[in-house]
């Protein structure tokens, strides 16, 4: 029986950040944190850019990096760096490009393109489609169909008209005087149009398959038209929330629904939101994430390998990276009993990510997975989300024992930050802090470890900024509220209840999520695998 439980707590987007009045983590009313911050060691690690894998020090963290380099203990080229050096390198124009192209120049097939509209570099990256579409024109493809995502999330908000200009200009250019037939075919909000992630609302899904795949969502005659009706609408409705719309013709016919023999490509190269919409397509008849019709037969190539236990999708157009010996790897190897609990919103982050893209546990018989169903409504309306519900799990399991590291993610700082909605996000910081606090409190009584950190920023700064940093304001005067994650570190607070002996090591370079594994490992009184980056405390006597 272990006597010792380490348990990690991820704040989902809880970041350092400026300390003024849009720093909703500053303003909330934070007692515990300010506590653990007494109680042990306390320090602010780097969770973004380089730090975690990305190609540059301005991209801002996100939860995949973010949960791949805690679990892997070390800094792995992400899958958004593999593709941009695959695109960048020409890579990617040699594999399965060349079967999507010759399927959309067989017969009168169609190359359909399906993403996120965003700069974000979060799910998609806009020089990638750009890219895409110069390739598809030299391949002289013929007919091609976008099918556009509004972000608002990763990118300033109410932006989706800008973006859908500048892909309207980008297909003009390349097919001005040419009789390539190129047009923009559907789209709609990416939280309630296809992007939804780990089954917590299939019917997102099924909107962007009726807009995209069969052409009977509200119907449109132009993208312009349609985010304008959508706006008059609902006045200062976010560009996450617009409704799926299909763009059809003068008689009402869409330009652009896919029929068989067409090819089709999500651009978005994370797997999180981009696998349901995938195995809509790719799945027989055992797919029962909503009712798809009669599903087309197409060629269907993801950017990249959304789900590796299942090989989602088979076809993909650049190879993911690898990774392996992650850290619940080695401690399930050690024998070690483990917990991760989460709402459904984050269950994968602390289970795929945080196991290098791995759904299935290492050691099924030592490893427990709890997945917490979230809320289907916007989160600022339920900012506290299910930390409390999350927090009881880990506190049952302490009280009850069994485990040695326990492991679970608090969504609501992120969730409700990307709403852009202040005072919900203080609410939801306000209730992380508490579930902390009762998870602060079982580890004391079961005199384990505590370890709290989180993924990346996002609640710490919620206004846009101007390159100086100042705060930019809309029209009307009102603070333009940041629905992003931002570039900030994030907090790591370790307070130990048992009689371990340990001492924070000073001067590791950089120190950031990346050596979070080898911290772990060091308190769990593991080995730490030479390739990991190194722990950030070291253990004197062990008298556990
Ligand atoms: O909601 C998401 O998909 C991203 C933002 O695009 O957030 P996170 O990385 O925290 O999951
Ligand atoms: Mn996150
Ligand atoms: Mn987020």
């Known amino acids: 029986m272990n006597t010792r439980p380490l348990v ?93 192209v010759t399927r959309a120049t067989t017969g009168d097939g169609t190359l359909h393109l399906i993403g996120l509209l965003s700069d974000g570099n979060v799910h998609s990256s806009w020089e990638h489609l750009l890219l895409l579409l110069d390739h598809v024109k030299a391949d002289g493809v013929q007919r091609v169909r976008l099918h556009t995502l509004f972000d608002g999330r990763d990118v300033e908000d109410r932006t989706a008209d800008q973006y859908a200009e500048r892909l309207e200009d980008a297909l003009a250019t390349r097919t001005e005087g040419t009789g390539l037939d190129w047009a923009i075919a559907s789209g709609g ?48 409705i976010s560009d996450q929330l617009l ?33 349901e919409l995938t195995r809509a397509f790719v799945e027989g008849s055992g797919f029962t994430g909503f009712d798809r019709g009669t599903v087309p037969d197409v060629f269907f190539a993801g950017m990249t390998l959304y789900d590796g236990d299942t090989n989602m999708p088979p076809v993909r157009l650049v190879q993911p990276p690898t990774i392996t010996d992650t850290v619940s790897e080695l401690i399930a190897r050690a024998g ?49 989300m299910k930390a409390a519900e999350t927090a009881d799990y880990i506190v049952r399991a302490l009280q009850e024992g069994g485990y040695d590291f326990l492991r679970s993610n608090l969504a609501g700082g992120d969730m409700v930050g990307h709403t852009g909605n202040f005072d919900s996000t203080v609410l939801a910081v306000e209730a992380v802090d508490a579930a902390v606090g009762a998870i602060a409190a079982a580890v004391e009584a079961a005199g384990g470890c505590l370890v709290v950190t989180a993924d990346h920023g996002n609640a710490e700064d919620m206004v846009e900024r101007d390159k100086q940093g100042q705060p930019r304001a809309s029209e009307g005067g009102q603070p333009l509220w940041k629905t992003a994650h931002s570039t900030n570190p994030v907090p790591l607070y370790i307070v130990d209840y048992s009689d371990q002996e340990w001492a924070a090591v000073d001067g590791v370079d950089a120190a950031g999520l990346s050596n979070l594994a080898a911290t772990l490992l060091t308190l769990l009184d593991l080995p730490v695998p030479e390739n990991y980056r190194p722990s950030l405390v070291a253990v004197a006597r062990n008298s556990g």
């Open 189 to 236: 909000g990416r939280m309630v149009t296809t992007m939804d992630r780990y089954e917590a609302n299939w019917s997102v899904v099924e909107a962007g398959w009726r807009a995209h795949v069969q052409g009977t969502a509200r119907p449109f005659t132009s993208v312009g038209e349609a985010i304008r009706v959508l706006r008059e609408e609902t006045p200062g």
């Open 336 to 384: 070690l009993r483990q917990l991760a609990a989460s709402e459904t919103q984050k269950f994968g982050h602390m289970t795929y990510f945080w196991n290098g893209n791995r759904s299935d546990p290492f050691n099924a018989q030592t490893e427990t997975y709890i997945d917490i169903p979230s809320d289907q409504i916007e989160f600022d309306k339920a900012p506290q």
């Open 243 to 275: 409704e799926a719309f299909t763009i059809v013709d003068q008689e009402g016919a869409p330009v652009g629904r896919v029929h068989d023999g067409d090819a089709v490509v999500i651009f978005n190269f994370r797997g999180d939101r981009a696998i």
């Open 8 to 100: 990690l707590v991820v704040m989902d987007g809880v970041g350092v950040g400026p300390g003024d009045r849009y720093d909703a983590v500053a303003t909330a009313d934070t007692p515990t944190f300010d506590r653990l911050r007494g109680a042990g060691v306390y320090q602010e690690i780097f969770a973004s850019g380089t730090h975690v894998g990305l190609s540059s020090d301005s991209d801002m963290g996100n939860s995949e990096v973010g949960h791949n380099t805690m679990g892997a203990g070390r800094i792995i080229a992400q899958g958004a760096k593999r593709v941009d050096d695959a695109v960048l390198g020409g890579e990617i124009w040699e594999g399965a490009w060349r079967d999507v």
